[in-house]
């Protein structure tokens, strides 16, 4: 009983923490550009073909192909299509992100079909270890790792470098910002690339669990982790981050703990959540500053 | 005439109804004399033409982006297959069904408007807390809308028979069916953006604060104009399910969504014309793209693009609008006769946000 507690506890971490990387990215972008990102999912996508590329020479090789084709993907997206509509209404910019995240989700299924390919990457880690009596998968554990690494070096570089604080700055007011001098487009371009690195660590600890590559493979990731960042705060880093661990935890609970026929409605009720969020507390459960919308 | 009930038949406001109109009829009457497969199309594009001049009443209004028409039309596909169904056929399909709905067998009318109907309950009651928040945070909503019934029409299977199909439905909605709904879905949307109601949304779109200022309380409107967009929308959907005689979840969800937003978006939300425009142009388009990837046999070769080419065009279309041409095809304006005198607009260029 114990044992399987702990198993549901490190399941409900692990994949709280590949939302929490997932909405992270999103967040990101959203804090300095009031954009919402449908894109991201492509990112991942993107990633995971990079990992079916190499993952035959060496996994070290399949990780560094999906950093650098999110990232570069991420910057491609960035300059032609979101830096012509910077400052337009966020309408218009979730429109674009739409329509961008289809482009590259419809051109790829053109080009690879649309049916999943097989990836067996990392496969050693899916193997079960047993620790103090509890069994669990090694895969968990690095996903958890991997997780608070990347969100610890986030946070640093946040924090402690100069981009960083450029970064924060131009989150909390982006004009200002500007007209003390910080360089929009480094700043931004800097967002980008890294919601493209935490998107290519998210694919490849994803493929290594699903064992799967497809066109749409980021796309159920995205949106449950976008609840997240809602939930957490519309604009606030850290507020992605635990939101996204939150959502991520709350599907395991959800799916250990409510009764069978219930279970197929999760994402229903995650969504209701978001509803009641909205309404009940819009500026979510860590609120960003600077967001309130000035005349 | 003086009275304000009567002030769309002066200055020529009402001419844009009239050519849109006109156009849908001649439209229509041209696909007669089509081949099946293309009067086939056609009608397809006709109940497209519904499901975007549904999303404008609200969208286009209120400035505020909504991706949770589609679910409004899957709730009228579902309701109005429900009630139509011949029993026969629900007793294979739905055997868990509630016995007051198993034994219902509805005329295709009847069972149209219930489907609108539904549809416009389910926006009032989502509405009413939902359309208080400002713009992003709306649009997210109605993703929650989106999200939420797709999750629940997909895995409530006693009603709606979860993932599988429903079929048997009757096939009543063929090329004038669809011209009918298709000219009754433009006269709702022109009354609508024409009434007072209509009209102070449009302007709260223009701006918010201003408005607010002039007395005119935007979260009604925006509810009214969800509401009837909805019912539109609903409407949309019962006849694609009575088009193609099945339903299926997978059908109302994200690709769906996509297509009906790029056909607002290329054609121009900001006006019913645009509407109207975008779900002709980009049915006629896609049409052609189909064609091109069965592709041309020259002798022993058949030169085809690839398939999926249709697809990825219509997004980097939109794209293309949405970078260099942010209004659409209509540019913001509604259609006028060709020679005359221009027809008085209430348009002004968005602004952008300070």
Wanted: glycine residues 10%; charged residues 10%.
């Amino acid at each position: 009983m114990m044992g399987q507690a702990i198993q549901v506890l490190v399941d409900a971490v692990s994949v709280g923490g590949l939302y929490a990387l997932t909405a992270l990215g999103i967040g990101l972008i959203f804090g300095v550009m009031r954009l919402i990102n449908f894109a991201h999912a492509q990112l991942i996508m993107i990633a995971g073909y990079a990992v079916l590329l190499f993952f035959a020479q060496s996994a070290a090789l399949a990780v560094l192909g999906a950093v650098v084709g999110a990232v570069l993907l991420a910057l491609l997206i960035e300059r032609t299509a979101f830096r012509p509509l910077r400052g337009a209404d966020p309408a218009t910019l979730l429109i674009a992100s739409f329509a961008v995240s289809f482009f590259i989700e419809k051109t790829m299924i053109m080009l690879v079909g649309s049916r999943p390919k097989g990836v067996d990457f990392l496969s050693a880690l899916a193997r079960q270890v047993e620790i103090a009596g509890v069994r669990l998968q090694l895969l968990q554990l690095v996903t958890i790792l991997v997780s608070v690494v990347l969100l610890v070096a986030t946070t640093w570089f946040l924090k402690s470098t100069r981009l960083g604080l450029e970064m924060r700055a131009a989150a909390e007011n982006f004009r200002m910002a500007e007209v003390l001098g910080i360089r929009a487009n480094r700043v931004i371009a800097t967002a980008f690339a890294i919601s493209g690195l935490l998107a290519a660590a998210v694919a490849c600890l994803f493929v290594a669990q699903t064992g799967l590559v497809q066109p749409r493979m980021g796309l159920q990731l995205v949106i449950i982790a976008f609840v997240g960042t809602v939930i957490g705060g519309l604009g606030s880093l850290p507020g992605a981050a635990f939101g996204g661990f939150l959502v991520g935890v709350a599907t395991i609970l959800l799916q250990a703990l409510l009764p069978p026929e219930l279970r197929v409605f999760r994402e229903a009720f995650l969504f209701l959540a978001v509803a009641v969020v909205l309404v009940v507390r819009p500026q979510g459960l860590i609120p960003a500053r600077g967001l309130k919308e000035r005349i | 005439m003086s009275t304000r009930g009567s002030a769309i038949f002066d200055g020529g406001r009402i001419v844009p109804l009239l050519i849109l109109i006109a156009v849908v009829l001649a439209l229509a009457g041209a696909a007669e004399f089509a081949p099946t497969v293309v009067q086939r199309r056609i009608t397809q594009g006709l109940i497209n033409l519904v499901a975007v001049v549904g999303l404008y009443v609200f969208v286009g209004n209120s400035g505020v982006l909504s991706f949770g028409n589609v679910a409004f039309m899957a709730i009228g596909a579902y309701v109005s297959a429900l009630l139509t169904m011949p029993a026969a056929a629900k007793g294979v399909f739905l055997p868990d069904l509630p016995a007051f709905l198993a034994a219902t067998e509805w005329p295709g009318l009847a069972g149209a408007l219930a489907g609108g109907a539904a549809a416009a309950l389910v926006a009032l009651v989502a509405g009413f807390p939902l359309m208080r928040l400002s713009g992003i945070s709306a649009s997210i909503a109605t993703f929650a809308i989106l999200v939420v019934s797709y999750v629940v029409l997909g895995n409530w299977t006693s009603v709606t028979g979860g993932q599988n199909s429903l079929m048997g439905l009757p096939i009543y909605v063929g090329l004038w069916t669809a011209a009918g709904w298709a000219v009754a879905a433009i006269v709702v949307a022109f009354l609508h953006q024409e009434s007072r109601s209509g009209l102070l949304l449009r302007a709260s779109r223009e701006d918010e604060v201003a408005a607010a200022a002039s007395g005119v309380h935007m979260v009604s409107h925006r509810l009214a104009a969800f509401v009837i967009s909805a019912f539109v929308s609903g409407i949309a959907g019962v006849l694609l399910a009575h088009f193609l005689g099945t339903v299926r979840v997978e059908t109302f969800y994200l690709d769906l969504t996509f297509l009906i937003i790029a056909m607002l978006v290329i054609g121009g939300m900001r006006s019913l014309t645009g509407a109207v425009a975008g779900a002709i142009v980009i049915t006629l388009l896609t049409e052609l793209m189909r064609l091109a990837e069965i592709g041309v046999t020259v002798g022993d070769m058949t030169i085809a693009a690839p398939g999926g080419l249709g697809d990825a065009l219509l997004a980097l279309l939109m794209l293309l609008i949405i970078l260099f041409r942010p209004n659409g095809i209509a540019g913001g304006r509604e259609i006028s006769w060709p020679f005359g005198p221009a027809t008085p607009t209430t348009e002004t260029q968005p602004r952008k946000p300070q």
